[in-house]
């Protein structure tokens, strides 16, 4: 059964009058276009194209446009650790893009993974959590603007075993008090996935019986494995349990796993297009083809993907 979750401003209705999943408004084809917004690990975006995978699992007959818009460094807190980058450039803040890739991208959903950076990578402390918090009330009444709905991530788990240079209580005094905080937030209708606690679970659990097992080889930054652990939880969330329990995207799509290499194409091609078209301070980011070529490619692409991933009669 899938779940009942608030849908905001997405609804026809006032939200205190219904509420209801966002697979069921995608099912009846009121959300469209999703964008994703986070940091490094969302512009890699393996989870992205895991998550793009399940929709054309479940919806073959039906484009959903998926817009990966993750920048690599990004806050949206708005802080920068000293010497950021050996001093190249501070971290970007989310919010000096936001307004205008809403109004260029015009999504009806966004999901927002933040916080992994937030705290700069430094024992907790107060005034940056503050920081945190209401640069996630900015992106919150910045979507609902925009007439989107939103949900939001927690940030993904800290490993010092495997962190070059290890910020000792980073995970359990910095993000698990960010997570907490997000997730508490559920009592006022807001739409959270724990992806943190989620995945302190299975790590510990893969570590009960390989003990070197890390979802990151530098701490921060996930494997093909950790991609799919946040995949999982946003499927989970979209109601789907069965495609969830899957050991990898390759094992939910069996016979229609072809798709997944022409999905990682699709979603790079549009990411590298989508944040040039709208705009960004991070330096060293590949610009890619303007926007009207990446998506005359990335159409010949989804008519690939529907061949392989349409049942065939």
């Given at each position: 059964m899938i779940?009942?979750m608030?849908?905001a401003?997405?609804?026809?209705?006032a939200?205190?009058?219904?509420a209801?999943?966002?697979d069921?408004?995608i099912g009846?084809g009121?959300?469209?276009?999703?964008?994703f917004?986070g940091?490094?690990?969302?512009w890699?975006?393996?989870y992205v194209?895991?998550?793009e995978a399940w929709?054309?699992?479940r919806?073959?007959?039906?484009?959903?446009?998926?817009?990966?818009?993750?920048?690599?460094s990004e806050?949206v807190?708005?802080l920068s650790?000293?010497?950021?980058a050996?001093?190249?450039?501070?971290?970007p803040?989310?919010?000096?893009?936001?307004?205008?890739?809403?109004?260029k991208s015009?999504?009806?959903?966004v999901?927002a993974c933040y916080g992994m950076?937030?705290?700069i990578?430094l024992?907790?402390?107060e005034?940056?959590?503050?920081?945190f918090?209401?640069?996630?009330?900015?992106?919150?009444e910045?979507?609902?603007?925009?007439g989107?709905?939103?949900t939001?991530?927690t940030?993904?788990?800290y490993?010092p075993?495997?962190?070059?240079?290890?910020?000792?209580?980073?995970d359990a005094e910095?993000l698990e008090r960010?997570?907490?905080w997000?997730?508490?937030?559920?009592?006022?209708g807001?739409e959270?996935i724990?992806l943190h606690?989620?995945m302190?679970?299975e790590l510990?659990?893969r570590r009960?019986?390989a003990?070197?097992f890390a979802?990151s080889?530098?701490?921060?930054h996930?494997?093909?494995e950790?991609?799919?652990?946040?995949?999982?939880?946003?499927?989970?969330y979209?109601?789907d349990?069965d495609?969830?329990?899957?050991?990898?995207?390759?094992?939910?799509?069996g016979?229609?796993?072809g798709?997944l290499?022409?999905?990682?194409e699709?979603?790079?091609t549009l990411?590298d297009?989508?944040?040039?078209?709208?705009g960004?301070?991070?330096?060293?980011?590949?610009?890619?083809i303007?926007?009207e070529g990446?998506?005359?490619?990335a159409?010949?692409?989804?008519e690939r993907?529907?061949e392989i991933?349409?049942?065939r009669?």
């Amino acid at each position: 059964m899938i779940p009942r979750m608030a849908i905001a401003a997405l609804c026809l209705v006032a939200a205190s009058a219904r509420a209801e999943s966002p697979d069921a408004a995608i099912g009846r084809g009121e959300i469209k276009r999703i964008l994703f917004l986070g940091d490094s690990i969302t512009w890699d975006g393996r989870y992205v194209a895991d998550v793009e995978a399940w929709f054309a699992l479940r919806y073959p007959q039906r484009h959903i446009e998926v817009i990966n818009a993750g920048l690599p460094s990004e806050t949206v807190s708005g802080l920068s650790e000293e010497g950021h980058a050996n001093g190249a450039f501070p971290r970007p803040n989310l919010q000096d893009r936001l307004q205008n890739l809403l109004e260029k991208s015009r999504p009806d959903w966004v999901f927002a993974c933040y916080g992994m950076n937030c705290g700069i990578y430094l024992p907790f402390d107060e005034t940056r959590f503050t920081a945190f918090r209401e640069g996630i009330s900015r992106l919150r009444e910045s979507v609902a603007a925009a007439g989107a709905g939103l949900t939001l991530l927690t940030p993904p788990v800290y490993d010092p075993s495997h962190a070059p240079h290890a910020v000792p209580g980073y995970d359990a005094e910095v993000l698990e008090r960010y997570s907490a905080w997000q997730v508490a937030n559920r009592a006022a209708g807001i739409e959270v996935i724990d992806l943190h606690s989620a995945m302190r679970v299975e790590l510990a659990r893969r570590r009960a019986a390989a003990p070197d097992f890390a979802f990151s080889p530098d701490g921060i930054h996930p494997g093909e494995e950790g991609h799919w652990c946040i995949a999982q939880q946003i499927i989970r969330y979209l109601g789907d349990e069965d495609s969830a329990a899957a050991p990898s995207a390759a094992a939910m799509l069996g016979a229609r796993a072809g798709i997944l290499p022409l999905l990682h194409e699709r979603m790079s091609t549009l990411r590298d297009a989508w944040l040039s078209h709208a705009g960004h301070k991070r330096p060293g980011l590949p610009s890619g083809i303007p926007l009207e070529g990446a998506q005359a490619r990335a159409a010949v692409l989804t008519e690939r993907i529907l061949e392989i991933a349409t049942p065939r009669k």
